[in-house]
């Protein structure tokens, strides 16, 4: 149980789309070894109106560029130089999205910036 507890990066509830969605983010390897030249996640996002887990594995590579990357889609200039730290995991932990399909809700894993999609501010109908 310490394992898991200290493997766990974060756990947050948010709503997306309409969604209420709760994600947990785990280290990749629980090892306190290899805490700092690992930073792989492994993201669950729970979905309590259908009961529904899913899975998303990111390898170090791909936390470390979408931990840089950010809001404003441009890649960091060099790899090694990049640890995320906790301001950037936020940008990691709002690619999780929802959508509907045959009226479930289904979570993925965007892997286009925000600057290319942007945030939803209002809805209206004409």
């Not at 931990?67 to 441009?74: H, L, T």
């Not at 999780?96 to 939803?120: D, H, K, L, M």
């Amino acid at each position: 149980r310490d394992r898991k507890d200290y493997s766990r990066v974060f756990r947050t509830v948010r709503t997306v789309n309409g969604v209420l969605v709760i994600q947990e983010a785990f280290r990749g390897c629980a090892s306190k070894l290899a805490k700092n030249d690992d930073v792989s996640l492994v993201i669950r996002a729970y979905i309590p109106e259908n009961q529904r887990t899913f899975r998303f594995e990111l390898d170090d590579a791909q936390v470390r560029l979408y931990a840089e990357m950010g809001n404003d889609g441009v890649e960091p200039k060099s790899m090694e130089l990049v640890k995320p730290q906790s301001e950037h995991l936020r940008n990691i932990n709002e690619r999780v999205r929802c959508r509907r399909s045959q009226g479930r809700a289904i979570a993925y894993f965007s892997r286009r910036s925000q600057a290319e999609r942007g945030t939803e501010v209002a809805q209206r109908g004409v």
